[in-house]
């Protein structure tokens, strides 16, 4: 890929469910896409910025985190954009959801904690005072998901719920969030396996943060798409899914370490699913 992309080739990114949209007033905030399907994540000012860029490179050529790489969006590299006069640098990364006619998308942050150590009292209070409810229950929460309802035939577009919606969510609902984005209500046969199937990544996602000890993730997500136009009566085909670790600004080094804050975010959320999803279909 071309060490310059122009402007004209890139579009906001329609299946982008966290954080917040990309205009050309705020270009450091939301993604782009690229008319061959690459996704483009601005690289943010200061640390974070480096630091995202700093991970994704050595998971390029570090052999040890070979399993780790698995679990995130493939990687190609930094490209600059000239916006509004300015040289702005994105990481390159594959869509998950590429392939997907209608893609159902939910970001889920991992951990009670979302902030990483050493950083301002004020991130500290700022992080610690959103999705407090769902974080102290969960050691998740849910900044935004977007879904096909497959009861409203109507509906071309999917439903999305932001930031706002997963800020006031009751941790008592989280179940049933879970069940709409699912579709699991729809009356179609392929929601076991897709429910089966999501418990499956989830799961080998889980037994990696069991023993690595490379890094500690802050304010991580797992990224959880399939397409709701694979779902059918076929209780025997699995529908497309796609589960992938995004968002890496705040990792920092493990020391030795096991990241006990992300495993059990990620156990509760596989929990979930193979308890309280897989066991009602």
């Known amino acids: 890929m071309a060490n310059w992309l122009d402007l004209d080739d890139l579009i906001p990114y329609d299946n982008q469910v966290g954080g917040h949209k990309f205009t050309k007033e705020k ?8 008319k061959e399907g690459y996704l483009l994540k601005s690289v943010e000012g200061g640390t974070k910025g480096k ?3 700093r991970f994704y490179d050595e998971l390029l050529i570090n052999e040890t985190l070979i399993n780790l790489r698995a679990l995130v969006p493939l990687y190609y590299g930094c490209v600059n954009v000239k916006i509004n006069s300015k040289d702005m640098t994105f990481i390159v990364l ?7 006619k209608k893609p159902c998308v939910m970001d889920v942050k991992i951990g009670s904690q979302t902030w990483e150590p050493g950083c301002s009292e004020k991130k500290k209070y700022d992080e610690n005072a959103k999705y407090t409810e769902c974080k102290k229950q969960w050691s ?7 879904v096909y309802d497959l009861l409203n035939s109507n ?12 800020k006031s ?6 179940i ?29 996602i889980r037994r990696y943060f069991q023993t690595q000890k490379h890094y500690h993730f ?3 997500s797992v990224l959880l798409a399939y397409d709701a136009e694979t779902l059918s009566n076929d209780k025997n085909t699995y529908p497309l899914l796609r589960v992938s670790l995004i968002d890496f600004a705040h990792v920092t080094p493990a020391d030795g370490k096991i990241d006990l804050n992300y495993l059990q975010g990620i156990t509760n959320l596989w929990t979930l699913f193979r308890t309280q999803l897989l066991h009602d279909n």
């Open 169 to 174: 969510l009751d941790p008592g609902k989280v």
């Open 94 to 100: 594959d869509d998950i959801t590429t392939g997907m």
């Open 218 to 220: 802050y304010s991580s």
């Open 51 to 53: 630091n995202e860029v």
């Open 140 to 146: 998740f929460c849910i900044p935004g998901f977007q």
């Open 27 to 34: 270009p450091m905030l939301g993604l782009l896409k690229h």
């Open 155 to 166: 509906l071309v577009r999917p439903q999305k719920y932001d930031k706002e919606f997963g």
């Open 176 to 204: 049933s969030v879970f069940e709409t984005f699912l579709n699991l209500n729809s009356g179609y046969l392929g929601v076991e396996k897709l429910v089966q199937g999501f418990t499956a990544q989830l799961d080998h």
